[in-house]
C-alpha cells in the first residue's frame, strides 16, 4: 500500500496506465486555426490562412505521399495494384470490375493507407482519395467550369458575375489548368478511343467539347515521344499517377507549406468535435500507423476551425458532432441535399472497324455536351479504359441532372454515420444516361456492354459514384459565406456546401467557392 501511494505521488501510475492504453489524450495542442481534411476546399483554407498570416495545422487522416516503394515509384500501377492502391482492403475495389465477366482487374492485397477509397453506403458507394491532397491524388483531373447558367440555378444568392470574373479564373490559375493541343489530338494514337467516341456521338447529332485538366499536356507529349517517364500513357490515374499531374500537393499546399505557417499532420483522423468554455474548438483526433492501429489520440484545441474532409468527411463530422450533443445547435440543414452529380457508367460496343486503340491516355479531354437538351440534360465524359490491347469499347461517365438528393443520419445504437441514397434514385441517373446512348445506339447501330460492371446483364454502373456532393448546402447548412449556422468561427470550404450537383466535373467549383469563401472570411472574421 505505502510502495502505492509512493508511486501514485510520484506520478508512476499514471505513466503505468499511459503505456497500458497508449490511446489516452495527450495534452491538447493548439493552433489558432486548424483545417481538417486536404482536398481542394482543404488546401484552399491552408494557403490563405497561411498567407495572412495565421499559424494553421491541417489534419490528414491519409498519408503523405513522398516516399518510393521497392518498385522506386511513389503510387503503384492500375494493372498490377498492391498496398498502395487502397485504403485498407484485402482486395482491390476498382470501379471497372470485370471485363468478359471476368474479374481480371482485382487483385488482392495487404490492408494500408492506400490511396484511393470506396465508402460503402446501404445503396451508394463512394470514391474518394485519401492523402495529403485528397481527390486530387486520384482524380482523372478533368478541369471543368459549370455552365454559368446552372451554377446561377445552384446558388441563386451568389454573385455569379463575381464568380466568373474572380473566383473561377484564380481557381483555374492555381490549379495549372490546361488544354491538350487540338493538332496532336487529333493526330494521336493515345486519343483514338475519343476520336471514336465523338464520331458516335456526331454521327447522333450530338455535341462534343473539349475540356481542360490539370495534367500536364506538355509532359504527355514527352511521354508519347519517348522522352519521359510514362505516367497517364502507362495507365496511372485511379491508385495515383507518379508524373504529370499538378496535383495539390504540388500545387495549393506546396504554396501553403511555402508560408511557413502551415503544418500539415498526416494519418490523423478526426473524429469528434466540441466547443469548449471559452468558445474556442476542441478536436480528438486518433493517429494511426500504416496497419491501421491507433498509435495515438489527440487532443487540439484551436480558435478557427475550417472543415476540408469533402461531402463524406465533414457531413460525417457535423451530423455526429449534433446528433451526440458535441454541437448541439448545427441546424437541420446539416447531413441534408447530398447527390451523386448524377453519375453513371456505361461501356458501348463498337464495330470491328472503329477501334479504339490498345493504347489511351488516363486523362479523359473531351464530353458529349447534351446539358441544353432540357428534357434530358447529361454532359458525358469520354472515359479511357487503357487495357493495353484493343477492345473495341467506349466507356463514358455520365453526369446527369438528377434532381434526388439524400441525406446523412446518425445511428446511435452503432454509432455510424449512414446515407439514405436508394437504388430508386439511381434509377434516374440511369433513366437520363440510357436516353442520350440509346441515340448514340441506334444512330450507330451499336449495341452496349454488359460485361463490365460485375453482374451477367449489368449495363450502367448506378451502385457508384466519383462525385459525392452536398450534405452542408451553402446558404443552407450554412451562411452563404461557409460560416456554420449556429456556431462562430467555424467553417466549411469542401464539397459538401453543392447541392449535390454541378452538371460537370466538381473540383474546379469547389476550389473557386473556397477561394470565394476564404477571401470573405479572411477580410471580415479573422483579425491580422
Ligand atoms: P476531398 O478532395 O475528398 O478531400 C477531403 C480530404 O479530407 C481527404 O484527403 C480525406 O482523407 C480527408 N478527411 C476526410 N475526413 C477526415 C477526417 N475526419 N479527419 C482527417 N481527414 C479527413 O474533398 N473531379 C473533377 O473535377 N474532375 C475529375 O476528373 C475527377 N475525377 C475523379 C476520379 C476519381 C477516381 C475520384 C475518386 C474523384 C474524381 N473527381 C473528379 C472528384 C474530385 O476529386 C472531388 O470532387 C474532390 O476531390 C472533392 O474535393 P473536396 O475538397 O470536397
Redesign the pocket.
Known sequence: MAALQTAATLGFTRVGLQSAHAVEPAAVESAPAIV???????AVAALRLGQAGIRTVV????RLWNTTGSDGKVFCTTTAPDQRSMWFRTRTEAPLATFLWLDLVNRDITPYPGA?DRVHYDAMSV?????V????L???????TPLQSYFAELFPTVDVNEMYGTWFPRARAMLGVNSVDPAWFESTEWYQFTRTSRKAATAAGLKTTFVPNVYDFGYMQREAAGTATKSALAGE??YGNNYGKRSLDKTYLAAALGTGNVTVHSL????AISRAGDGSYVLT?DRIDNTGKVVETKSYGCTYLFL??????TSE?LVRARDTGTLPDLNANVGAGWGTNGNTMVGRANHVWDTVGANQATM?VMGIDDWANAGNPVFAEIAPLPMGIEHWVSMYLAITKNPQRAKFTYDSASGAVRLGWTAAQSAVSVAMAKKLFDRINSANATIYRYDLFGSTSKVFADDFT????GGCVLGKATDDYGRVKGYSKLYIT???LVPGSTGV????T?TALAERIMARVLAEDIAP
Open positions: 481538417i481534411g486536404s482536398g481542394y476546399g482543404g489534419l490528414e487522416m491519409g484511393l470514391y474518394v482519395g485519401r492523402g491532397g485528397g481527390g486530387s486520384v482524380n482523372g483531373g478533368m478541369a471543368v490515374v485511379i490523423e483522423k478526426v473524429r483526433a476540408g474532409g469533402g461531402s463524406l468527411g463530422l479523359p466519383y462525385h459525392p456532393l469542401d464539397g459538401s466535373n466538381p473540383f474546379v469547389i
